[in-house]
């Protein structure tokens, strides 16, 4: 099997019922970009998976199915002076500024004042070295999306509505330091009590084991978007991870180990997902969380592990 794209997701028939997300996303094949075309998706419960997406029409394979753009975004620390603060686009020679921050664009930085006016009132040096030093990624996202909320761009149950998971108690000990850590870089900024009412333990450890389950590593592609539609291989190579990313629709993606669907990225964090092989309509669109070229026991130990799932796929059933 060819080398496959990495996500950092940590984690046939079906009888479905249908249900509207409050939210929309869409296709970009449209002559009529003010009035964008709903993808031809539909998110439904699934007999055994809970949620799922579920395609509405045949769809070819190479299509575009829908794009995305992120709840919540961050770059990694290595590379929090190469890329956009907002999109996570590489940045070219004339925009980087020194060893600070840089946005690709004014819209990049119009659209960051979500987080930014909140996130540079405070010193985030302890913060930064207890995630370097940890290897600790998540806990970013988390600020960010405190940031968002306390700038009241975003209500602290922004992510209810994915995949809920919880910490284990050992695992949640070990985030003390990082929950004090971002309690404090707050007050000392002299951000109000009364602003962080949401910020309490059981908020920071909540929203951390959501993300750290339906949040995807972004890897941007090392070729066009034309390449990639005119590809018919199931996966394409990738450049290091630039940061991580946790979206609406891409999340209710269930797993399969021989997908019939993958998200890409081409230079940013905005998500293209896009059919593998041709779809029937009302056939559920999965995506593969991991390598989906590790063995069979490699594989279920680390969805076990990382998902808290044993995987039932067609391929693992079989034993591939």
């Known amino acids: 099997m060819s080398h496959l794209v990495r996500y950092s997701r940590y984690l046939c028939r079906f009888k479905t019922r249908h249900f509207t997300l409050p939210f929309s996303t869409t296709t970009v094949e449209n002559n009529n970009p003010s009035r964008p075309d709903p993808p031809p998706i539909r998110v439904s419960l699934t007999e055994s998976a809970g949620r799922g997406v579920f395609a509405t029409r045949k769809i070819g394979a190479g299509d575009l199915i829908h794009t995305a753009k992120p709840i919540v975004a961050h770059p990694s620390l290595s590379t929090i002076n190469t890329v956009c603060y907002f999109c996570l686009k590489k940045l070219t020679s ?5 060893k600070g921050v840089a946005f690709c664009s004014q819209e990049c930085k119009e659209n960051a004042k979500v987080f930014y006016e909140v996130e540079t009132k405070a010193d985030w040096l302890a913060f930064d070295d207890y995630c370097r030093n940890k290897g600790l990624k998540y806990p970013l996202l988390v600020k960010r999306l405190a940031c968002m909320v306390i700038s009241g761009a975003a209500s602290a149950e922004s992510l209810d509505i994915l995949q809920p998971s919880s910490l284990s108690h050992e695992m949640a000990l070990e985030m003390e330091e990082g929950y004090g850590l971002l309690r404090s870089g707050f007050a000392k900024a002299n951000i109000s009590d009364e602003e962080m009412t949401f910020l309490d333990k059981q908020w920071y450890n909540s929203i951390l084991a959501r993300i750290r389950i339906n949040a995807f590593r972004i890897e941007l592609a090392a070729g066009s978007y034309e390449d990639l539609l005119s590809s018919a291989a199931a996966c394409i190579e990738a450049e290091a991870a630039v940061g991580n990313a946790v979206y609406m629709l891409p999340s209710l993606y269930n797993h399969d180990c021989d997908p019939n669907s993958h998200i890409v990225w081409i230079d940013s964090a905005y998500a293209r997902l896009k059919a ?14 991991i390598d989906a070229s590790m063995d069979h026991d490699a594989r279920q130990a680390f969805l076990l592990q990382g998902f808290g799932f044993k995987c039932n796929c067609l391929r693992c059933v079989s034993g591939d």
């Open 94 to 98: 004339t925009e980087l500024h020194g």
């Open 276 to 289: 593998l092989r041709d779809v029937e309509e009302d056939e559920e669109l999965r995506i593969c969380y």
